[in-house]
């Protein structure tokens, strides 16, 4: 059976690794220093690109801070061992703004804002 509208080009590579959402869920976040962050509360798609937008993290208290929830673009975490890597501090968080505690549903502008806060080429632009 042929799928109307999909192009004989489009074979998935033999290469690629799909991971369920469920999995990414509850997942750490390490820094390259392999210290902890947090762990990923919610996985973002953006259901017109159809692509991960961002990833919601629960920043572990760690610092002596109230626990925070931030937005991390998909494009800025790397796997490694079953965790997800972040290049950043763990100071960088101190003082980051975070995400509503109830709301983790990023407008636009605001979407781009992380995205050039982690120096990364928005998805839909590329």
Known sequence: MRC???AEETQVPRNRTFVAA???KGSKILTVKDEELG?????????EWGRIA???????CFLGMKCKFFAIPWGALHTSRGDYILKVDKDAFKTAEGLDENVWTL????????????NLHPYWEI
């Open 39 to 47: 762990t990923i509360k919610e996985v973002m798609i953006d259901s």
């Open 54 to 60: 961002y990833v919601v993290f629960a920043c572990d």
């Open 107 to 118: 407008n636009h502008n605001d979407l781009v804002k992380v995205y050039e806060q982690y």
């Open 4 to 6: 109307m509208g999909i």
């Open 22 to 24: 469920t999995e990414i």
